[in-house]
């Protein structure tokens, strides 16, 4: 279960990057620059609701990266925290009591990255 701060976890993930685009450039490119925003981007569904997709799956796949960047870009999407929390339990309805450990996180992760 997560043991850092949302914001330690964010920091890690900035730090580290550079080194994973110097070792598959393409790949990160390819990540970074086009998949990532092409599918997350306002469509039929919303930005909000494709981040709270996203949101549950990180949970379910128990991904702390995941779940901070989620939780921020759930918030920046306008998301409440009861969409978050409603997401949770969805999260946790298919990945059971793993699903709900890493879920108790992104309230915390919520509480700190809203302010």
């Given at each position: ?10 920091k890690d ?21 086009h998949l ?47 969409e978050i ?31």
């Amino acid at each position: 279960v997560v043991s850092k701060s949302a914001m330690e976890i964010l920091k890690d993930l900035q730090a580290n990057m550079p080194a994973l685009a110097k070792a598959i450039p393409q790949v990160a490119d390819d990540f970074l620059k086009h998949l990532l925003p092409d599918a997350l981007k306002e469509g039929v569904v919303s930005s909000k609701h494709k981040e709270l997709i996203a949101l549950g799956i990180s949970i379910y796949a128990r991904c702390d990266y995941c779940i901070a960047i989620h939780v921020k870009k759930c918030l920046e999407a306008g998301a409440t925290k009861e969409e978050i929390a409603e997401t949770c339990g969805v999260a946790i309805l298919m990945g059971g009591g793993p699903a709900a450990t890493y879920a108790s996180f992104v309230l915390k992760a919520v509480d700190e990255l809203e302010g």
